[in-house]
């Protein structure tokens, strides 16, 4: 009796000890070069199950079902206790760790942005860093850092002078600021220079 | 007579079968390892999920294996997946895991621009800050084989089988409300699968199932089924 088209049975016939028909189930998802797959599907559901749940797909279903089955029947042999629903927990924790860390982060955030001397000292950066960190956007984020490339550290005091053309609510208490801050650097020469902030 | 007195039974010695053998109409003997976990009332319909998933023989030997104070928390994981397998056919609970990995890498990320954000409104000096640009393009690379393995020291199964233990475990196809695991209708087999199907579909293909060894031990009871 001449076989359809493999010279070798499948993984699952290999494994069975039983001849390889051309319409077996196991053979296009269980190719003879991967013994522990279905080793593996075998001892935790059967091969009469996986059988009878393969039947009842669809064709262009099963191989995201045994690939699904193999993952489950991998995790239940490392921790024959909790197999997948290990897995599960340890998302679920990492999960609320995570959102915890996150409020965390969003509380400390907004206290920075209630704080008018902050944004006074860095005002045409911390502007940007706060529109980019309420926005949640990248551009922002890119903005201010194009917009970095314009001010070198020797004119970071200079750009100070640039009247605020925004309407951040902060901008009285700003310039009182500003004004406190420019009289210690009257001698510096560099005030001379100014440029127009390109925003 | 049939019935026969089970001491180890957990239906307080009603000398009736457990769920398991009056599932598989057989007479319940003393030792049944079944017995403990699948009482007469709500345990047949347990067993049958169980049974049609991982078959009776499979369940026993791997209960054999699992040390007996272990084996209530293998029953429950077992019939969770039993459960989760017959609710969806193709990706069974690895559906949950993919969608619970995903939002993980979404928090994540989150979380790393805000703290680069906070990193530069907390400098002393005013001085330029750097602000690294997170990429976002990391999700796209996520596939099966960024599944995580199995940590044991992190396990806490209340948060898993709270909305569960709530409700009944028959094998009712009518979907569950709930925020939790079972917040997902049931989808048919032939047609096309909900949000969790279609998360699952996009990283099955991704990649191979993850093969490589856990590195922390999962206790003794794996160092005997487990063959390297």
């Given at each position: 009796?001449a076989?359809?088209?493999t010279?070798?049975?499948?993984?699952?016939?290999?494994?069975l000890?039983r001849k390889?028909q051309p319409?077996?189930?196991?053979a296009?998802?269980f190719?003879?070069?991967?013994?522990?797959?279905?080793?593996?599907?075998?001892?935790?559901?059967g091969?009469?199950?996986?059988?009878?749940?393969?039947?009842e797909?669809?064709?262009s279903?099963?191989?995201d079902?045994v690939?699904?089955?193999?993952?489950?029947a991998?995790?239940?042999?490392?921790?024959p206790?909790y197999?997948c629903?290990g897995?599960?927990?340890?998302?679920?924790?990492?999960?609320?760790?995570?959102q915890?860390d996150l409020s965390?982060a969003?509380?400390?955030?907004?206290?920075?942005?209630?704080?008018?001397?902050?944004?006074?000292?860095?005002?045409?950066?911390g502007?940007?860093?706060?529109?980019g960190?309420?926005?949640?956007?990248?551009?922002a984020?890119?903005?201010?850092?194009h917009?970095?490339?314009?001010?070198?550290r020797?004119q970071m005091?200079?750009?100070l002078?640039?009247?605020?053309?925004?309407n951040?609510?902060?901008?009285?208490?700003a310039?009182?600021?500003?004004?406190?801050f420019?009289q210690?650097?009257?001698a510096?020469g560099?005030?001379?220079?100014?440029?127009?902030?390109?925003? | 007579?049939?019935?026969?007195?089970?001491?180890s039974?957990s239906?307080g010695?009603?000398?009736?079968?457990?769920?398991?053998c009056?599932?598989?109409?057989?007479k319940?003997?003393?030792?049944?390892?079944?017995?403990?976990?699948?009482?007469?009332?709500q345990?047949?319909?347990?067993?049958?999920a169980?049974h049609?998933?991982?078959g009776?023989?499979?369940?026993?030997?791997?209960?054999?294996?699992?040390?007996?104070h272990k084996?209530p928390?293998?029953?429950?994981?077992?019939?969770?997946?039993a459960?989760?397998?017959?609710?969806d056919?193709?990706?069974?609970?690895?559906?949950?895991?993919?969608?619970?990995?995903?939002?993980v890498?979404?928090?994540q990320?989150e979380l790393?621009?805000?703290?680069?954000h906070?990193?530069t409104l907390?400098?002393?000096?005013?001085q330029p800050?750097?602000?690294?640009?997170?990429?976002s393009?990391?999700?796209?690379?996520?596939?099966?084989?960024?599944?995580p393995t199995?940590?044991?020291?992190?396990?806490?199964?209340?948060?898993i089988?709270?909305?569960?233990?709530?409700?009944?475990w028959?094998?009712q196809q009518?979907?569950?409300p709930?925020d939790?695991l079972?917040?997902?209708p049931?989808s048919?087999?032939?047609?096309?699968?909900?949000?969790?199907?279609?998360?699952?579909?996009?990283?099955?293909?991704g990649?191979?199932m993850?093969a490589?060894?856990?590195?922390?031990?999962?206790?003794s009871?794996?160092?005997?089924?487990?063959r390297?």
């Amino acid at each position: 009796m001449a076989s359809s088209s493999t010279n070798s049975p499948c993984a699952a016939c290999k494994f069975l000890r039983r001849k390889c028909q051309p319409e077996c189930v196991f053979a296009p998802y269980f190719p003879p070069d991967q013994p522990q797959k279905f080793a593996n599907v075998h001892k935790v559901f059967g091969a009469s199950n996986v059988t009878k749940l393969l039947n009842e797909l669809h064709p262009s279903q099963r191989e995201d079902a045994v690939n699904s089955l193999a993952y489950e029947a991998d995790m239940r042999l490392r921790d024959p206790v909790y197999g997948c629903v290990g897995v599960i927990s340890l998302l679920q924790h990492q999960l609320r760790q995570l959102q915890i860390d996150l409020s965390c982060a969003k509380s400390e955030l907004s206290k920075y942005q209630s704080l008018g001397i902050l944004a006074a000292t860095h005002q045409s950066l911390g502007i940007n860093l706060l529109a980019g960190a309420a926005d949640g956007t990248a551009t922002a984020v890119r903005d201010h850092y194009h917009h970095h490339q314009f001010f070198p550290r020797e004119q970071m005091f200079g750009g100070l002078d640039v009247p605020a053309g925004n309407n951040y609510d902060g901008g009285i208490l700003a310039i009182g600021q500003i004004t406190q801050f420019q009289q210690p650097r009257a001698a510096a020469g560099d005030d001379g220079r100014r440029t127009v902030d390109p925003s | 007579m049939s019935s026969s007195g089970n001491p180890s039974s957990s239906s307080g010695g009603g000398g009736g079968p457990c769920g398991a053998c009056k599932f598989l109409r057989r007479k319940c003997v003393a030792g049944c390892i079944f017995a403990p976990y699948f009482d007469s009332e709500q345990g047949a319909a347990h067993f049958a999920a169980v049974h049609k998933v991982f078959g009776a023989s499979n369940v026993s030997k791997l209960l054999h294996h699992v040390p007996e104070h272990k084996r209530p928390d293998a029953v429950v994981s077992i019939c969770f997946e039993a459960q989760a397998r017959l609710r969806d056919p193709i990706y069974g609970c690895v559906s949950h895991i993919v969608s619970l990995q995903q939002q993980v890498v979404s928090l994540q990320t989150e979380l790393s621009y805000l703290q680069a954000h906070l990193a530069t409104l907390e400098l002393p000096q005013p001085q330029p800050p750097q602000v690294p640009v997170s990429s976002s393009g990391s999700l796209q690379a996520l596939s099966i084989t960024d599944l995580p393995t199995i940590s044991p020291s992190v396990y806490d199964l209340s948060s898993i089988f709270e909305p569960v233990m709530s409700s009944t475990w028959a094998m009712q196809q009518q979907p569950r409300p709930s925020d939790h695991l079972f917040g997902v209708p049931s989808s048919s087999n032939m047609g096309g699968g909900g949000e969790l199907q279609a998360l699952a579909r996009e990283f099955i293909h991704g990649g191979q199932m993850p093969a490589q060894p856990s590195p922390g031990t999962s206790g003794s009871a794996s160092s005997v089924i487990k063959r390297e």
